[in-house]
Structure formats: structure tokens, C-alpha cells
């Protein structure tokens, strides 16, 4: 499988939670962060098209989830979102 990777578009994360709402409820908001040195993966493929710069394929696992992956420009490689945990009450 391949992976398009647009270098131009960074990625946000969620960093953590706030509380946000009503007086007397309890609503979290995340808070979104931006991931220093991402890229974001754009679309995966069998079999790659043509594709104009400075967007580019890698090759990445067939599970490759990429609405929760990213392309981490510092070491080339695909690696998983990080993501606060959820609050619990």
C-alpha cells in the first residue's frame, strides 16, 4: 500500500480537555494542539497516481488508519495521532 502525503498541511492533535458549558453541567471541549514536524496523509492507495509537488508517496501498512495517523517529517515515518485521554467524572 502507498500513502500520499501532503507536507504542506500540518496536523492538530487533541492536547487535552476543558470544561466548558452551562453553570450546574459538565461539558468538556477539546483542546486542539498543532503537531510540530507532521505532515498529513491525504489518501491511501494499492497503486499510486500522479501527483503534483510537494505532495508524495511512502509506503505504509494496509490497516493504516489515516484519519488517526500522520507522517512525521522529522524521521520519515507514519506513526499514530496522540490523543488526550477522555475526562471522566
Not at 503537531?35 to 509537488?53: F, G, H, R, W
Not at 489515516?66 to 490523543?83: G, L, M, Q, R
Request: with cysteine; hydrophobic share 35%.
Amino acid at each position: 500500500m502507498k500513502a500520499l502525503i501532503d507536507p504542506q498541511v500540518g496536523v492538530k492533535y487533541t492536547s487535552s480537555w476543558k470544561i466548558s458549558g452551562i453553570p450546574g453541567e459538565t461539558h468538556y471541549v477539546r483542546v486542539m494542539s498543532d503537531l510540530a514536524q507532521s505532515a498529513v496523509i491525504m489518501d491511501k492507495k494499492e497503486t499510486q497516481y500522479d501527483v503534483a509537488p510537494p505532495c508524495f508517496w511512502v509506503d505504509c501498512d494496509d490497516d493504516l488508519d489515516i484519519v488517526n495517523s500522520y507522517y512525521d517529517t522529522a524521521d520519515s515515518t507514519i506513526k499514530a495521532k496522540p490523543h488526550a485521554a477522555v475526562p471522566t467524572e
